[in-house]
Protein backbone atom coordinates (compact mmCIF):
# COMPACT_ATOMS: atom_id res chain seq x y z
CA UNK A 1 0.00 0.00 0.00
CA UNK A 2 3.06 2.42 0.88
CA UNK A 3 3.78 1.84 -2.82
CA UNK A 4 1.06 2.20 -4.06
CA UNK A 5 1.02 6.10 -2.00
CA UNK A 6 4.03 7.27 -3.22
CA UNK A 7 3.19 6.28 -7.27
CA UNK A 8 0.44 8.28 -6.64
CA UNK A 9 2.26 10.98 -4.97
CA UNK A 10 4.76 11.00 -7.62
CA UNK A 11 1.89 11.49 -10.12
CA UNK A 12 0.01 14.25 -8.05
CA UNK A 13 3.29 16.33 -8.59
CA UNK A 14 1.45 17.06 -11.62
CA UNK A 15 -1.57 19.19 -12.55
CA UNK A 16 -4.38 16.69 -14.32
CA UNK A 17 -5.59 19.49 -16.42
CA UNK A 18 -2.25 20.02 -18.23
CA UNK A 19 -1.70 16.97 -20.29
CA UNK A 20 -4.75 16.89 -21.30
CA UNK A 21 -3.82 20.50 -22.84
CA UNK A 22 -0.22 19.63 -23.87
CA UNK A 23 -1.82 16.60 -25.71
CA UNK A 24 -4.97 18.23 -27.43
CA UNK A 25 -2.40 20.78 -28.79
CA UNK A 26 0.06 18.97 -30.19
CA UNK A 27 -2.62 16.42 -32.11
CA UNK A 28 -4.24 19.98 -33.07
CA UNK A 29 -0.84 21.24 -34.62
CA UNK A 30 -0.69 18.18 -36.93
CA UNK A 31 -3.95 17.58 -37.76
CA UNK A 32 -4.11 21.00 -39.04
CA UNK A 33 -1.09 21.02 -40.79
CA UNK A 34 0.54 17.55 -41.90
CA UNK A 35 -2.86 15.65 -41.11
CA UNK A 36 -3.26 13.01 -39.08
CA UNK A 37 0.04 10.26 -38.50
CA UNK A 38 0.51 7.65 -35.54
CA UNK A 39 3.89 9.56 -34.76
CA UNK A 40 1.55 12.27 -33.38
CA UNK A 41 -0.06 9.97 -30.66
CA UNK A 42 3.87 9.13 -29.74
CA UNK A 43 4.71 12.85 -29.60
CA UNK A 44 1.61 14.13 -28.04
CA UNK A 45 1.67 11.36 -25.43
CA UNK A 46 5.72 12.19 -25.06
CA UNK A 47 5.14 16.25 -24.56
CA UNK A 48 2.21 15.31 -21.96
CA UNK A 49 4.08 12.95 -19.72
CA UNK A 50 7.47 14.17 -20.26
CA UNK A 51 8.61 17.69 -20.70
CA UNK A 52 5.52 19.35 -19.36
CA UNK A 53 5.86 16.73 -16.44
CA UNK A 54 9.32 18.00 -15.18
CA UNK A 55 8.14 21.61 -15.49
CA UNK A 56 5.13 21.45 -13.31
CA UNK A 57 6.84 19.06 -10.84
CA UNK A 58 9.93 21.51 -10.52
CA UNK A 59 7.13 23.83 -9.76
CA UNK A 60 5.95 21.94 -7.03
CA UNK A 61 9.34 21.27 -5.27
CA UNK A 62 9.89 25.08 -5.51
CA UNK A 63 6.94 25.50 -4.03
CA UNK A 64 6.43 23.84 -1.04
CA UNK A 65 5.91 27.25 0.72
CA UNK A 66 3.84 28.46 -0.89
CA UNK A 67 2.06 25.00 -1.41
CA UNK A 68 1.65 24.75 2.30
CA UNK A 69 -1.30 27.12 2.04
CA UNK A 70 -2.42 27.40 -0.94
CA UNK A 71 -2.58 23.69 -1.73
CA UNK A 72 -1.95 21.71 1.42
CA UNK A 73 -3.24 18.60 -0.52
CA UNK A 74 -0.21 17.96 -2.76
CA UNK A 75 2.41 15.27 -2.43
CA UNK A 76 5.01 17.48 -1.07
CA UNK A 77 3.08 19.17 1.59
CA UNK A 78 0.52 16.98 2.84
CA UNK A 79 3.81 14.26 3.81
CA UNK A 80 3.25 11.71 0.81
CA UNK A 81 6.46 12.60 -0.64
CA UNK A 82 9.83 13.92 0.92
CA UNK A 83 11.66 16.13 -1.00
CA UNK A 84 14.53 13.98 -1.80
CA UNK A 85 12.08 11.28 -3.09
CA UNK A 86 10.81 14.13 -5.51
CA UNK A 87 13.87 14.99 -7.14
CA UNK A 88 14.67 11.83 -7.84
CA UNK A 89 11.73 11.88 -9.56
CA UNK A 90 12.71 14.95 -11.41
CA UNK A 91 15.64 13.84 -12.26
CA UNK A 92 14.20 10.51 -14.16
CA UNK A 93 11.73 13.18 -16.18
CA UNK A 94 14.73 15.07 -17.14
CA UNK A 95 16.76 12.03 -18.19
CA UNK A 96 13.41 11.05 -20.28
CA UNK A 97 12.62 14.37 -21.71
CA UNK A 98 15.88 15.42 -23.28
CA UNK A 99 16.63 12.24 -24.54
CA UNK A 100 13.25 11.53 -26.02
CA UNK A 101 12.93 14.91 -28.15
CA UNK A 102 15.93 14.14 -30.83
CA UNK A 103 13.73 10.87 -31.55
CA UNK A 104 10.63 12.47 -31.54
CA UNK A 105 10.92 15.41 -33.61
CA UNK A 106 13.05 17.41 -35.93
CA UNK A 107 14.07 20.52 -37.29
CA UNK A 108 13.21 23.69 -35.20
CA UNK A 109 10.75 21.36 -33.35
CA UNK A 110 13.58 20.05 -31.69
CA UNK A 111 14.76 23.58 -30.18
CA UNK A 112 10.65 24.00 -29.18
CA UNK A 113 10.55 21.33 -27.20
CA UNK A 114 13.81 22.05 -25.60
CA UNK A 115 12.47 25.37 -24.65
CA UNK A 116 9.30 24.07 -22.88
CA UNK A 117 12.09 22.39 -20.39
CA UNK A 118 14.16 25.88 -20.16
CA UNK A 119 11.45 28.08 -19.90
CA UNK A 120 10.15 25.80 -16.96
CA UNK A 121 13.73 26.29 -15.16
CA UNK A 122 13.63 29.75 -15.52
CA UNK A 123 9.58 29.89 -14.31
CA UNK A 124 10.78 28.29 -10.91
CA UNK A 125 14.51 28.32 -10.22
CA UNK A 126 17.03 30.90 -9.68
CA UNK A 127 18.64 33.98 -12.00
CA UNK A 128 15.46 34.44 -13.84
CA UNK A 129 12.59 32.55 -11.57
CA UNK A 130 9.92 34.66 -13.79
CA UNK A 131 7.32 33.38 -11.27
CA UNK A 132 8.12 36.24 -9.21
CA UNK A 133 7.63 38.92 -11.80
CA UNK A 134 4.16 39.64 -11.74
CA UNK A 135 3.51 41.37 -15.38
CA UNK A 136 6.15 38.43 -17.01
CA UNK A 137 4.50 35.25 -14.77
CA UNK A 138 1.29 35.03 -16.74
CA UNK A 139 2.79 35.61 -20.01
CA UNK A 140 5.39 32.67 -19.48
CA UNK A 141 2.33 30.47 -17.99
CA UNK A 142 0.35 31.68 -20.79
CA UNK A 143 2.70 30.80 -23.71
CA UNK A 144 3.31 27.31 -22.23
CA UNK A 145 -0.41 26.52 -22.81
CA UNK A 146 0.01 26.74 -26.57
CA UNK A 147 3.63 26.18 -26.97
CA UNK A 148 2.51 22.75 -28.17
CA UNK A 149 0.41 24.32 -31.28
CA UNK A 150 3.60 26.33 -31.83
CA UNK A 151 5.59 23.18 -32.32
CA UNK A 152 3.51 20.81 -34.24
CA UNK A 153 1.79 23.74 -35.82
CA UNK A 154 4.62 25.59 -36.97
CA UNK A 155 5.03 28.46 -39.21
CA UNK A 156 1.53 27.78 -41.28
CA UNK A 157 -0.46 28.08 -37.68
CA UNK A 158 1.63 31.21 -36.31
CA UNK A 159 -1.37 33.46 -36.33
CA UNK A 160 -4.06 31.20 -35.09
CA UNK A 161 -1.66 30.23 -32.29
CA UNK A 162 -1.16 33.64 -31.97
CA UNK A 163 -5.00 34.65 -31.46
CA UNK A 164 -4.69 31.28 -28.97
CA UNK A 165 -2.23 32.97 -26.73
CA UNK A 166 -3.95 35.83 -26.11
CA UNK A 167 -6.49 33.74 -24.39
CA UNK A 168 -4.05 31.88 -22.04
CA UNK A 169 -2.60 34.97 -21.38
CA UNK A 170 -5.96 36.28 -20.47
CA UNK A 171 -6.46 33.01 -18.33
CA UNK A 172 -3.47 32.71 -16.49
CA UNK A 173 -3.41 36.74 -15.14
CA UNK A 174 -5.81 34.83 -13.11
CA UNK A 175 -4.02 32.58 -11.78
CA UNK A 176 -2.81 34.39 -8.60
CA UNK A 177 -6.39 34.79 -7.06
CA UNK A 178 -6.46 31.66 -5.84
CA UNK A 179 -3.12 31.51 -4.32
CA UNK A 180 -2.73 35.07 -2.60
CA UNK A 181 -1.82 33.72 0.92
CA UNK A 182 0.45 31.31 0.39
CA UNK A 183 2.57 33.71 -2.41
CA UNK A 184 2.54 36.14 0.27
CA UNK A 185 3.54 33.70 2.80
CA UNK A 186 6.49 32.91 0.50
CA UNK A 187 7.32 36.75 -0.02
CA UNK A 188 5.89 37.47 -3.04
CA UNK A 189 4.29 40.18 -4.73
CA UNK A 190 0.86 38.87 -5.73
CA UNK A 191 -1.57 40.91 -9.13
CA UNK A 192 -3.80 42.28 -6.49
CA UNK A 193 -1.19 44.09 -4.40
CA UNK A 194 -0.73 46.68 -7.99
CA UNK A 195 -4.05 46.01 -9.13
CA UNK A 196 -7.64 45.85 -8.22
CA UNK A 197 -9.62 42.43 -8.90
CA UNK A 198 -12.05 44.36 -11.02
CA UNK A 199 -9.15 45.35 -13.23
CA UNK A 200 -7.70 42.11 -13.66
CA UNK A 201 -11.37 40.27 -14.68
CA UNK A 202 -11.61 43.21 -17.23
CA UNK A 203 -7.91 42.11 -18.60
CA UNK A 204 -8.80 39.08 -18.75
CA UNK A 205 -12.21 39.78 -20.55
CA UNK A 206 -10.54 42.08 -23.13
CA UNK A 207 -8.11 39.32 -23.84
CA UNK A 208 -10.55 36.59 -24.90
CA UNK A 209 -12.60 38.72 -26.34
CA UNK A 210 -9.77 39.76 -28.81
CA UNK A 211 -8.86 36.35 -29.23
CA UNK A 212 -12.05 35.50 -30.48
CA UNK A 213 -11.71 38.13 -32.51
CA UNK A 214 -8.70 37.57 -34.20
CA UNK A 215 -10.23 33.55 -34.72
CA UNK A 216 -12.74 34.86 -36.84
CA UNK A 217 -9.80 36.41 -39.76
CA UNK A 218 -7.94 32.78 -39.14
CA UNK A 219 -8.54 29.87 -41.77
CA UNK A 220 -10.19 28.09 -38.72
CA UNK A 221 -12.76 30.58 -37.14
CA UNK A 222 -14.66 27.47 -35.54
CA UNK A 223 -11.90 27.52 -32.99
CA UNK A 224 -13.25 31.18 -31.91
CA UNK A 225 -15.54 28.82 -29.79
CA UNK A 226 -12.71 28.50 -26.71
CA UNK A 227 -12.01 32.11 -25.61
CA UNK A 228 -16.06 32.25 -26.71
CA UNK A 229 -17.46 29.92 -23.86
CA UNK A 230 -14.91 31.58 -21.63
CA UNK A 231 -16.40 35.03 -21.35
CA UNK A 232 -19.23 33.85 -19.56
CA UNK A 233 -17.46 32.35 -17.10
CA UNK A 234 -15.53 35.05 -16.04
CA UNK A 235 -18.50 37.30 -16.01
CA UNK A 236 -20.53 35.26 -14.19
CA UNK A 237 -17.95 34.68 -11.62
CA UNK A 238 -17.06 38.30 -11.39
CA UNK A 239 -21.06 39.24 -10.93
CA UNK A 240 -21.45 36.78 -8.21
CA UNK A 241 -18.18 38.79 -6.08
CA UNK A 242 -17.58 36.21 -3.61
CA UNK A 243 -14.61 35.07 -2.51
CA UNK A 244 -15.08 31.40 -3.64
CA UNK A 245 -15.69 32.12 -6.87
CA UNK A 246 -12.33 34.48 -7.56
CA UNK A 247 -10.34 31.30 -5.79
CA UNK A 248 -11.44 29.11 -7.90
CA UNK A 249 -11.98 31.37 -11.12
CA UNK A 250 -8.57 30.19 -12.85
CA UNK A 251 -9.69 26.29 -12.84
CA UNK A 252 -13.06 27.08 -14.01
CA UNK A 253 -11.24 28.59 -17.14
CA UNK A 254 -8.72 25.82 -17.55
CA UNK A 255 -11.27 23.34 -17.24
CA UNK A 256 -13.62 25.56 -19.40
CA UNK A 257 -10.41 25.58 -22.05
CA UNK A 258 -9.35 21.99 -21.89
CA UNK A 259 -13.58 20.79 -22.52
CA UNK A 260 -13.57 23.44 -25.27
CA UNK A 261 -10.58 22.46 -27.20
CA UNK A 262 -11.27 18.79 -27.09
CA UNK A 263 -14.72 19.97 -28.89
CA UNK A 264 -12.65 21.75 -31.27
CA UNK A 265 -9.54 18.60 -31.68
CA UNK A 266 -12.87 16.27 -32.16
CA UNK A 267 -14.47 18.05 -34.89
CA UNK A 268 -11.06 18.81 -36.71
CA UNK A 269 -10.01 15.16 -36.62
CA UNK A 270 -13.86 14.55 -38.16
CA UNK A 271 -14.01 17.20 -40.53
Known amino acids: MKKISKIKGFLRLYRPDVPV ?85 SGIEIFLAYLVIFLGVSYSIP ?39 LHAVGTTVLKDLSDIEGDRLAGRSVVTDRFSLGTVITVSVILS ?22 IPVLLYSYLKKRDDFFKTIYKRMIWTTAFSSLIVVVYLFLG
Not at 70 to 92: H, I, Q, S, Y
Not at 209 to 230: Q, Y
Request: hydrophobic content about 50%.
Open 127 to 165: PMVFKNRILIAPLITGWGVVHPLYITGGYELFWLTTSLL
Open 209 to 230: GVSFTAFLFTEHPEISIIPAVS
Open 21 to 105: IVFLGTFAGRIMTTGFEMKVIAQALFLALFPYNFVYTLNSITDRIEDSVNKPWRPLTDGTLEKKEAVWWLMFITIVSTAGIPFLF
